[in-house]
């Protein structure tokens, strides 16, 4: 899995978008709506995030355009 800056990944009812991504660690912002600005930040090792999107879905830019904001 190739992880980027501004990646939206969904999962269940949850949406997550990569903040900061450095060698070892992610910034992640997890979220309600793939283009809502409420949500909550977290701070974890690239490990525990890969291992968090195990089975979410990455979604493209029409996908996060197109969602409806909640």
């Known amino acids: 899995m190739k992880l980027k800056q ?3 990944w969904k999962k269940g009812d949850c949406y997550f978008r990569i903040v ?3 060698r070892l660690s992610v910034d992640y912002k997890e979220m309600p709506s793939p283009n809502s600005n409420k949500g909550t930040h977290h701070h974890v090792t690239k490990k ?3 291992r968090m999107l195990k089975d979410a879905a990455l979604l493209t830019d029409q996908e ?3 969602a409806p904001p909640r």
Do not use: A, G, H, T
Request: glycine share 0%; aromatic share 16%; with cysteine.
């Open 64 to 66: 996060i355009f197109l």
């Open 20 to 22: 900061r991504l450095e």
């Open 48 to 50: 525990e995030f890969c």
């Open 6 to 8: 501004s990646q939206v």
